[in-house]
C-alpha cells in the first residue's frame, strides 16, 4: 500500500467506527477513570520506516494499565533472563480479570505475566533490590527512548488515587507473599506497579514504543537491538495466548494478531513484520476491554487481511 | 530453501532428537496404546507445491486421537456455521485434560472445540440428525480425500477398546447432557466419538490432510478451496491458544506455530503460508504431549525461524 | 408431656404452617415429581414407646430420595464396616447438590455418603459382589421390619423416569468409575441406586423405621439392636454437618437435629433419647428442601426446645 | 459420677494419651509457637456446679488463637445481631484452613464465622465505629468476668510477630474489602484480629470462660444470662459444623461435641447440660490441631459416653 493508502485505512476505521461511538461503560471505580468521554477514539499505525497514520484522538494521552506489562515484562526478561519463569508462568488463565482461584491451586505463582498477579510478581522481579523507584524510572527511560518523545510522565494523582481503590490487586500481592514468591514489600511493589499503570502516554506514542516487537526485537525507526528476537516472539506469543484476560480466545478467533487491551480503553496491536497499531477508546464491553477499540481492530483485519495466521 | 535443504531440515531434526529417542512414557489407560514403541519416530514436511519431505518412521500409521478435533471442528462448521458458539466457547481452558471444574462452572458448555468435552460437542452437532455413522464416513471420506490416500480407515479394536475404558469421557458427556447441550444419546456421541480418534495416519498423510489450514483454506496441492479462509484462520487461532490443553501457552512461546497434539504421540503444526508438519513418537512427557516431538518441533523452529510471531 | 400435649403439638404444628402451604416449587425434572402437590403436608412423630403422633397427610406415601441414603448407609457399615471409610469421606461439602467439582479435586472420593455421589459409591458397596436386586431386596426387608410394614414396595415407574432423566447421576458415577472408585458396572449400580430413591413410604412408616437412630441403635418398640451405638451416633453426626446439602450449616443452626432432607419434600429429624420426626410437603425452598417442612421443623424445635444443643 | 470420679477421668484421660505425647508438629511461621514444647499436655473439665477437675499442664497459658472466634462471635451477635449474617455465612466450608477459593465465589462473604476470613469479619463488625482497642478491651473484660481471672491479658509480642507473619490474612481482608464487606480499614482490623488471637489463657480459665455455652446462655457458676439461650446453641451448632477447618465432619463423627480448635494446640468442647472441657498439647496433626488433644477427646468419648447424638 502507499501512504495515501495507509491514510485511507485509518481513515476508513475511524468511519467504520462511527456507529459504535460512545457506547461501552467507563469503569467506575476511581474517578479519573469514570470520568473519561466514552465518545473519545484515536488510533494510530506505525510502520517499519517509521512512517505514522492516524485519525482521531490518536495525540490525546491515556494511563497505560495493564499495556504497560508488555514493557515491564521486557525490561525484567533482560535482568533476570529465563528466572523469570520460576516466578510466573506462561499459560493463559481461563479465568476473569478479577479471580484469584487459580493462584491458590497454583500455589502463589501468576498463570501469565499478562494478569495484574503476574505483573505485580513481574515488577517485583524488576525492582530486584533496587527500590521502586530506580524500577519505575528505567521504565520511563525506556518509553521515551522508544518513542522518541521525552515528554512522557506518571499521572501521579491517577497513580495515588488507584493505589487507594485497589484492594483485590492488594490482596492478591499479600497472597503471592504468603507463598514466599515476593522480593519486596508489599506497599513497595505496589507503589513501583501503580506508577506503571498511570504512564501517560498518546496513541501515536504507544505505537512507536512498542514497534520493536513486530521486528524481532529491532526497532526499525533507529535500528537499535531493543531485545533478543527470541524474547520479542515469546513477548508476542504471551500477548496472543493471554493478553486480553478471559477473552483472549476470542481476540486471536476475531484479530488474530498479538495484543493487549487494558481498562483505559487503549488496546496495543503488533503485525509482526509490518508495524504496530494502538487503538483508544474510553467505553469497556462486559469482557473489560474497549468496545469501540475492539470493533476498530475487527475492521482493521477485515480491511487489510493482516492476521499471523496465513 | 531447495529440495536438498528441505531434505536437510528433517534429516537434522532426526538427527536433532537421537539422543532423546525412548524417553517419555506411553500411556497405559488401553493395551493398544501402552504397546507403542517409545523408540520410534518419524517427521513429514508438506510444502506449498504439495512435494514431501520425510525422515524416520514417516511412514507408519498411528491414530489421530485428539488431532482429529481439528478435522471434525472444520466438517461441524461447514454444517451448523457460526451457531456451533452456541455450543461450545473458543477461550483456553487454563486447565488439565482431565479437568471437569470449568464444564460445571460454564454450565455444560465446553470451552473450546479442542479439548475432549469440546470434541464431544462438536461431534455430536457433526451428527445432526443424521446418526453417527453418517458423520464418520463423512470425516473418513475428507481425510481419504485430502491426503489423496484412499486405504485410511479406523482401527476399529482401538476405538472400542478406548470406548471400554471411557469412564472419564462418559462422564463428561452425561454432565453436558445434563445441561441440555447435547442432541444425540450420549452413547451415539461417544461411538462417534471413539471412531474419529481411531482413525490410523501416517506423518506425511497427515501433514497432507492438513495443508489447507496452512493456505487460508485452499489446498495448494488440489487448488481446492476446502474451506472459506477466515474459517481456516480462526482454525490456527484455536490451535495456538488451546491446541495442547494447559500448556498450549508453552507452545506457542517456544515453537511459536498453531498445532494440536495427540495422546498417541503425534502433533500437527501449521507454518502459514510455507506448509504443514507432522511429527510422531509415541512417549509422552508430564503434560501428555509427545516428548521427543516436542524437541522436534522447537528444533524446526530454531533451525528455519518459522514463527508466526515475526 | 402427655399423649394430649403431644397431638396437641403436632397439630400446633400443622397450624403454625397453614399460612405456607402451597408455597414452594416442586422439582420439573420428572413428570411423577411435578405432579406432586405443594398443598399437601404431613407430620408424624414418634416416641420410645412407640407411641405416633400424626397430624396432615402423614398417611400419604412419597418416595424416600435422599432419605434412603441414611439406611443404605446403615446397611452398608454392617457389610463393609469402616472399610467404606476408604471409598467416601465424611466431611461436609460446601457445594450445592449438582457440583462436581469437589469428586475432582478429591480424585473420586465422594466427600461424604449423604450427597449423591456418595450415596452412589455406598449403593456400590452394598452391592458388593451379590448384584443390584439382592441390594435392593436387602433395604426392602429392612424397611418393612423396622416399620412393621410389609406393604412398602418401591414405585417402579419413578425409578425408571429418574434413571432416564438421570444424566447429572450418571456423570458423577462415570466420573467415580474412571477413578477407580466403582467395583460394580454404572448401569447396575444406578439401577439399585434410583430403586432405593422411589422407595415409597409415609411419614408415620419412616419415622417408625428411622426410629433406633434416636436410641443409640436400638429399636425401642422391639428392643432389637439394630446397629452399634457409635455407628448410630456417627450417623446422626453425618446427618448434622452433612443432611442438607449446602444449607446443612443453617438446618443445625436454625433446627439444632439430625436430619436429612429429600426432594420428594420429606425431611426426618431424629431427636437424640426422645424419637423420630418426619415431616413432609412437596414444594421446595431454593436450597432444595421442603419450604413447609422446614418450617414444621423450626415450630417443632421452638415449641419443645428440643435440640442437640442444649 | 461423684468427685473422685470426674478427678479419675481426667487423670485416666492424662494416662491414656501419654504414649502420644510429643507426637504432631508444631507450626513454624512465627518463633513463639515454634518454640511450644510439644510434650506438654493438659486437660480441664468444669462442670454445672463450678466444680474443676484438672490434670496435667492444665494451669499453662497458652493463645487463644481460633478459639478466640468463639468469644468475638458472641459480642458481635451482642451488638450488631441477625444482621451479622449479611456479612457472613454458617455453612461449612469444605475447604482447607488457607483457602480463599470460597471467598471468591462467594464475592467477599465468608462461609461461616469460625474460619479465618469469618473471623475477620466479626472482628470488623465487633469494632464497627468503636475502634480496635475498644473492641479488644470489650474482649478482655469478658473474659476475665467469665473466667474470674484478672490476670488474663494479650501476649503483644506474639500478636506482633503473627501480625507481621500474616501475609495469607492479610489477603484474605483485602479481599473482603475489596468486595465492599469491610466497615473498617484492613490494618485496624487485623490489629485487632491478632490481639484476640494472643489472648493467653490456661485450660482451666478457659473452660470455665466457656461454660455458659453448655448451659443455653447462662454461667452456672454465676447465674449471669451471657448470651440468650438461642445465641448458645446457635453457637454450639456453628462449633459443631464449621469448627475445625475441613475436619469438622470427622471431629463431630469421632468426638460427637460441639468444638473449636486452634492452631497453638488448645480445643474446646462443650458438653451441652453437662459442662465445657479445654485440652491443650501444641503438636498439630496434619489438618492442623492438636494431635494430642484429638485422642484426649476421644478418650473423653469413649470414657463418659458424652455426645449430642444420643
Redesign the interface.
Known amino acids: 500500500m502507499s501512504e495515501t493508502d495507509y491514510q485511507a485505512l485509518v481513515d476508513g476505521i475511524l468511519s467504520d467506527v462511527q456507529a459504535y461511538r460512545g457506547q461501552g461503560t467507563v469503569p467506575n471505580y476511581i474517578p479519573a477513570l469514570a470520568q473519561a468521554d466514552p465518545n473519545k477514539f484515536g488510533i494510530a499505525l506505525v510502520l517499519k520506516d517509521g512512517s505514522t497514520y492516524a485519525a482521531g484522538d490518536a495525540d490525546q494521552p491515556f494511563t497505560l494499565q495493564s499495556i504497560s506489562y508488555i514493557f515491564t515484562l521486557s525490561l525484567a526478561l533482560h535482568h533476570v533472563k529465563g528466572a523469570l519463569w520460576n516466578h510466573v ?7 476473569p480479570v ?5 493462584l ?1 491451586l497454583e500455589k502463589g505463582k501468576p ?2 505475566p499478562l494478569i495484574s498477579a503476574g505483573a505485580i510478581v513481574v515488577t517485583d522481579q524488576l525492582i530486584g533490590t533496587r527500590g521502586a523507584d530506580a524500577a519505575v524510572e528505567e521504565l520511563l527511560a525506556f518509553l521515551r527512548e522508544r518513542s522518541g518523545e521525552e515528554g512522557i510522565g506518571i499521572d501521579e494523582g491517577l497513580a495515588m488515587s488507584e493505589s487507594r481503590a485497589g ?2 490487586n ?6 503471592i ?2 507463598f514466599g514468591n515476593m522480593l519486596n514489600p ?1 506497599e513497595e511493589v505496589l507503589s513501583a506497579y501503580y506508577r506503571q499503570c498511570s504512564v501517560a502516554m498518546t496513541c501515536r506514542q504507544l505505537a512507536r514504543a512498542a514497534l520493536f516487537l513486530a ?2 526485537g529491532v526497532d526499525p525507526r533507529t535500528g537499535d537491538t531493543v531485545t533478543v ?1 527470541s524474547r ?3 513477548t ?3 500477548m ?3 493478553g486480553h484476560y ?5 481476540f ?2 476475531r484479530v ?1 494478531l ?1 495484543g493487549k487491551s487494558a481498562v483505559s480503553g487503549g488496546i496495543l496491536a503488533i503485525v ?2 509490518t508495524g504496530a497499531v494502538v487503538v483508544w477508546s474510553p467505553g469497556l464491553n462486559t469482557a473489560g476491554t474497549s468496545l469501540v477499540g475492539s470493533v476498530a481492530l475487527e475492521s482493521l483485519a477485515e480491511r487489510t487481511g493482516w ?4
Open positions: 508462568g506462561r499459560e493463559p488463565s481461563g479465568s478479577n479471580s484469584i482461584v487459580q491458590e498463570r501469565n484492594a483485590f492488594r490482596s492478591l500481592a499479600h497472597f507473599a504468603a508489599v521486528f524481532d528476537a520479542s516472539r515469546r508476542n506469543a504471551l496472543l495466548t493471554c478471559d477473552v483472549s480466545g476470542d486471536a478467533f488474530g498479538p509482526p513484520g492476521s499471523v495466521f496465513v
